[in-house]
């Protein structure tokens, strides 16, 4: 079981930055895929970036390509989402979720995080 925990989101102007952290609980997560996700209001849930278990394997969205970057810290059980370049359509609530398998199936969710880009 893990249980994650985000935070880090805010309110930041067009072309600003903003560090998520996901606080990961479980002895397991160091082996866990994880990912960062956001929905929009009004919108479908998406995907954001995913890391693998060792954090040599990144993947992206093509809408945050270049402008944010996914990492974890296993020793510390952290999961982190450097944003930058901020633009208004980035906001959205930011959910980091744990893939206890690797293929892109995410069990666990944490509660999410705001992030409102002003123009």
Known sequence: QVHLVESGGGLVQAGGSLRLFCAASGRTFSSYAMGWFRRAPGKEREFVAAINWSGITTHYADSVKGRFTISRDNAKNMGYLQMNSLKPED????????????????????????VTVSS
């Open 91 to 114: 906001t959205a609530v930011y959910y980091c979720a744990a893939d206890p398998y690797g293929g892109f199936h995410y069990d666990y969710w944490g509660q999410g995080t705001q």
